[in-house]
């Protein structure tokens, strides 16, 4: 990415007067997120049913104008994609990848193995028994190698393995880690790095800013690199709130895990503004909560004080990725417009969120502007 930008700038230097010109003004008129960070890193949003088949097709223009790569918010998930045994459903993710490379998008593939939204068969024989570690990672064997097979070459970094450990930092206990053991990991990344050798394979988590969870995926990682599992990235999801976690805690994240020589990434960026509905912090996305009034105060507009405080957090947030830029390469945002964002239906079903920097009817948002100009200054 580094080398397009710097053959952009030398071509810009040395083109004549009046294209380099037409073409400064062009950016100028045109600022985007994707010009804004470009050289800094990759900036990135989902794409839900409705944008990739275009009944939000307002949704899926902005996505395209803005950012510059693209993770399905659900497509690609295993029981969308291979919804029963032997029957896999690829329209949605190859309508994905089709917009994407119709508009230079880098593709993320999320997510291979998952205990969230995996149908329960995939870890029962045809008697109901719970598989063996042999048919289990043969399972999982042909998944990776029929979607990762199917994709080569067009998703370039793929979460291979999604949310394998727990707040305390040791590993969760799913069906992945009881039947195969802790090697599972190792396995999937090697599954897929024979099957595509070119792509960025990631492992992808929340709450990595809580220390015990990040000690944890620290020595997740180095136990997958001891194990020579050909691992390139760690996703630190990003699901935040306004005053948590701690700023320090959030570079230390990034610092942390650039120390162990793989690329860091912000794979599901969002700010909840909206009251805890317990004291769980993190994304478990099977965590839910009943609807009371208090938790839903803002169901007709975000108050002014409630918009700065995001523009602030925003921008202090940015603030750390930017000068962080060489370790991070990629931040996606979870959601083009606050009207998508499943933060509106979790924890709490119903509720009115503000987590992202585009409102619902897809204009900026100040946080949008807060980040482009400290972008800008970055460059
Ligand atoms: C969420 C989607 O946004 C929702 O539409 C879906 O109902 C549940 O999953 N961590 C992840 C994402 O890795 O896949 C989750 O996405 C959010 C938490």
Not at 25 to 43: D, K, P, V, Y
Not at 349 to 360: A, E, V
Request: with cysteine.
């Amino acid at each position: 990415m580094k080398s397009i930008l710097f053959t952009s700038i030398l071509l810009l230097l040395i083109g004549c007067g009046s294209d380099r010109d037409q073409y400064q003004q062009e950016q100028t008129e045109e600022q985007t997120l994707r010009s804004a960070f470009e050289g800094s890193f990759l900036i990135g949003t989902i794409l839900n049913h409705r944008q990739i088949f275009g009944q939000d097709q307002r949704g899926q223009d902005l996505a395209v104008r803005e950012f510059n790569a693209v993770t399905a918010e659900n497509v690609m998930k295993w029981e969308n994609i291979h919804p029963e045994p032997g029957v896999y459903d690829f329209d949605a993710a190859d309508t994905m990848i089709d917009i994407a490379e119709e508009n230079g998008m880098f593709v993320v593939g999320h997510t291979l193995v998952w205990h969230s939204q995996t149908p329960d068969w995939v870890f029962y024989d045809d008697e109901g028994e719970l598989l063996s570690r042999e048919a289990l990672l043969e399972r999982m064997k042909d998944h990776i190698e029929t979607v990762v097979g199917r994709y080569k070459g067009r998703v370039h970094g793929w979460d291979v393995v999604n949310e394998a450990i727990v707040d305390d930092g040791t590993m969760r206990d799913t069906y992945w880690y009881r039947i195969i053991g802790e090697d599972f990991l190792v396995k999937a990344f090697e599954y897929a790095h024979a099957v595509d050798p070119e792509a960025e394979l990631y492992y992808n988590d929340y709450s990595l800013e809580i220390p015990s969870k990040r000690e944890g995926a620290i020595r997740l990682v180095e136990y997958l690199q001891e194990n020579d599992a050909p691992i390139t990235g760690i996703g630190t999801q990003g699901h935040f709130m306004l005053d948590f976690p701690d700023l320090e805690e959030i570079e230390k994240t990034i610092t942390d895990f650039a120390a162990l020589g793989i690329d860091v990434m912000v794979t599901e960026l969002d700010i909840d503004v909206l009251p805890p509905a317990f004291d769980y912090m993190g994304a478990d996305v099977s965590a839910s909560a009943e609807m009371r009034e208090e938790l839903n105060p803002y169901p007709d507009a975000l108050p002014d004080s409630v918009q700065q405080q995001l523009t602030d957090r925003y921008r202090d947030i940015f603030e750390i990725y930017l000068r962080h830029s060489d370790d991070i390469t990629r931040v996606t945002f979870w959601g083009v417009t606050d009207g998508d964002s499943w933060k509106n239906n979790w924890p709490v079903s119903g509720r009115t969120n503000y987590p992202l920097i585009f409102d619902r009817n897809w204009e900026p948002k100040p946080a949008y502007h807060a980040i482009i100009e400290l972008a800008e200054e970055h460059r």
